[in-house]
């Protein structure tokens, strides 16, 4: 049977009628057709370019479907101008060679809320993520660079431990990159960003690499631009990344998202000590740290370790072949930051060879894929025009309590969703 003819036949046949066909790998575009009905699968061999296409293997035992769904970058760079092209090209020849500058303003440009600004890095993300997968494959499949979350209350003392451990990971010979989400101010959009302004030292170092990262008061923001800024950060060649969090709330959730291993610190002297931290944020944990374990402090440095060690025992593990550990350290005297480390390989060598760091990172993919629908999502509901005209209204309304917020979001979702039956 030749292909049109096949083609032509009712949705019920269609199978039936491929598996007599005497071809072996064909692709088929869906897409609706005034002439042939909606959904009509159109043949296509696997020579031709396609970009959402659905590929039918016929094996001879049978018909097995693969779904494929590919976006070649020749198809993502199209539509850009010959100078957007060269700017997408220096960034990635000079990311990849470690050049400093390029990597700081490849994620300037993941950075942006621009829409323009917002594609073109993505045409860079897919070339650096298409070189990071060769560069994985070399490496016999395992990571190239060690994910490391890092969080705890203001006060325990995380800049001071990241220059001293910084300092130490670079005199070994690590390339290390500290991207710093600092929450930005919701009224005026401001952020401090003065992680890098105390750690003067590491900043100075050419194998480090400090970026601090301003929420714009969403945590949309955070999850975004952090996770891309990872990606970018490893395509440059640096092999550990520490992501910093100031506070105890959201973000610590969504970082918890991106990296391989979560570190806690936390201070000797905080009052009522299994009570000030949220639960949730400790049974994220890998690794919980008491920080500043030195001169007076130490006594209650260890009353905290074994309070903490007799509460992880309560909380349900994470992993089946990692069970989190509690320890004492100090940036100032250097106390503990070498076990620290230690654990924290013998942490990334254990999930390595079980396979859970594999599956969590795949995971983490998703997530990520999620979160970012979900972001653009309420930003084209927001922006839509029947819903748009119509917020002010009902926001009006909701304040006065003349409406019910969950009415007025009723309405908006009914408007948009007449707009688009």
């Given at each position: 049977?030749?292909?049109?003819?096949?083609?032509?036949?009712?949705?019920?046949?269609?199978?039936?009628?491929?598996?007599?066909?005497?071809?072996?790998?064909?692709?088929?575009?869906?897409?609706?057709?005034?002439?042939?009905?909606?959904?009509?699968?159109?043949?296509?061999?696997?020579?031709?370019?396609?970009?959402?296409?659905?590929?039918?293997?016929?094996?001879?035992?049978?018909?097995?479907?693969?779904?494929?769904?590919?976006?070649?970058?020749?198809?993502?760079?199209?539509?850009?101008?010959?100078?957007?092209?060269?700017?997408?090209?220096?960034?990635?020849?000079?990311?990849?060679?470690?050049?400093?500058?390029?990597?700081?303003?490849?994620?300037?440009?993941?950075?942006?809320?621009?829409?323009?600004?917002?594609?073109?890095?993505?045409?860079?993300?897919?070339?650096?993520?298409?070189?990071?997968?060769?560069?994985?494959?070399?490496?016999?499949?395992?990571?190239?660079?060690?994910?490391?979350?890092?969080?705890?209350?203001?006060?325990?003392g995380k800049s001071t431990f990241?220059?001293?451990?910084?300092?130490?990971?670079?005199?070994?010979?690590?390339?290390?990159?500290?991207?710093?989400?600092?929450?930005?101010?919701?009224?005026?959009?401001?952020?401090?960003?003065?992680?890098?302004?105390?750690?003067?030292?590491?900043?100075?170092?050419?194998?480090?690499?400090?970026?601090?990262?301003?929420?714009?008061?969403?945590?949309?923001?955070?999850?975004?631009?952090?996770?891309?800024?990872?990606?970018?950060?490893?395509?440059?060649?640096?092999?550990?990344?520490?992501?910093?969090?100031?506070?105890?709330?959201?973000?610590?959730?969504?970082?918890?998202?991106?990296?391989?291993?979560?570190?806690?610190?936390?201070?000797?002297?905080?009052?009522d000590e299994l009570q000030g931290?949220?639960?949730?944020?400790?049974?994220?944990?890998?690794?919980?740290?008491?920080?500043?374990?030195?001169?007076?402090?130490?006594?209650?440095?260890?009353?905290?370790?074994?309070?903490?060690?007799?509460?992880?025992?309560?909380?349900?593990?994470?992993?089946?072949?990692?069970?989190?550990?509690?320890?004492?350290?100090?940036?100032?005297?250097?106390?503990?930051?070498?076990?620290?480390?230690?654990?924290?390989?013998?942490?990334?060598?254990?999930?390595?060879?079980?396979?859970?760091?594999?599956?969590?990172?795949?995971?983490?993919?998703?997530?990520?894929?999620?979160?970012?629908?979900?972001?653009?999502?309420?930003?084209?509901?927001?922006?839509?025009?029947?819903?748009?005209?119509?917020?002010?209204?009902?926001?009006?309304?909701?304040?006065?309590?003349?409406?019910?917020?969950?009415?007025?979001a009723d309405l908006l979702l009914?408007?948009?969703?007449?707009?688009?039956?």
């Open positions: 049977m030749n292909i049109p003819m096949l083609l032509q036949r009712p949705h019920q046949h269609f199978l039936k009628g491929l598996v007599r066909t005497p071809f072996r790998c064909y692709r088929f575009i869906f897409h609706p057709s005034p002439h042939l009905g909606s959904g009509v699968p159109c043949a296509q061999p696997l020579s031709s370019p396609g970009l959402h296409c659905a590929k039918w293997m016929l094996p001879s035992n049978g018909l097995t479907r693969k779904l494929c769904l590919q976006t070649t970058l020749e198809e993502h760079t199209e539509g850009l101008s010959d100078k957007e092209q060269r700017l997408v090209d220096k960034l990635y020849a000079g990311l990849i060679q470690g050049q400093r500058a390029c990597l700081a303003e490849a994620i300037t440009l993941v950075e942006s809320t621009h829409s323009r600004k917002k594609e073109l890095a993505q045409v860079l993300l897919q070339k650096v993520l298409a070189h990071h997968r060769e560069q994985e494959n070399l490496n016999k499949g395992k990571p190239l660079a060690f994910r490391v979350g890092l969080s705890g209350p203001p006060g325990a990241i220059e001293y451990f910084g300092k130490m990971l670079t005199e070994r010979g690590h390339k290390l990159s500290v991207l710093a989400v600092d929450p930005s101010s919701c009224t005026s959009g401001g952020s401090l960003l003065g992680d890098k302004t105390r750690m003067t030292e590491l900043s100075r170092d050419m194998n480090a690499y400090i970026r601090p990262s301003p929420t714009r008061g969403t945590l949309g923001g955070v999850t975004r631009t952090t996770n891309e800024a990872i990606l970018l950060c490893e395509g440059g060649g640096y092999d550990i990344i520490l992501v910093e969090t100031v506070g105890v709330g959201q973000s610590e959730f969504a970082v918890a998202d991106m990296v391989d291993m979560f570190i806690l610190l936390l201070p000797p002297a905080g009052g931290i949220k639960r949730g944020i400790v049974e994220m944990a890998d690794l919980v740290a008491i920080t500043k374990s030195d001169g007076d402090l130490i006594v209650p440095a260890r009353r905290i370790q074994a309070e903490y060690v007799s509460a992880l025992k309560l909380l349900r593990r994470r992993s089946g072949v990692w069970r989190p550990k509690v320890i004492r350290i100090s940036a100032r005297s250097g106390e503990g930051i070498t076990e620290m480390w230690d654990k924290m390989k013998e942490f990334q060598e254990v999930m390595l060879v079980s396979g859970e760091l594999a599956a969590k990172r795949q995971k983490q993919q998703k997530v990520w894929m999620w979160n970012l629908i979900q972001e653009n999502v309420i930003e084209h509901f927001r922006t839509h025009p029947a819903v748009r005209e119509q917020i002010p209204l009902l926001e009006k309304r909701v304040l006065s309590g003349a409406l019910s917020p969950g009415l007025a009914k408007a948009f969703k007449s707009r688009h039956e």
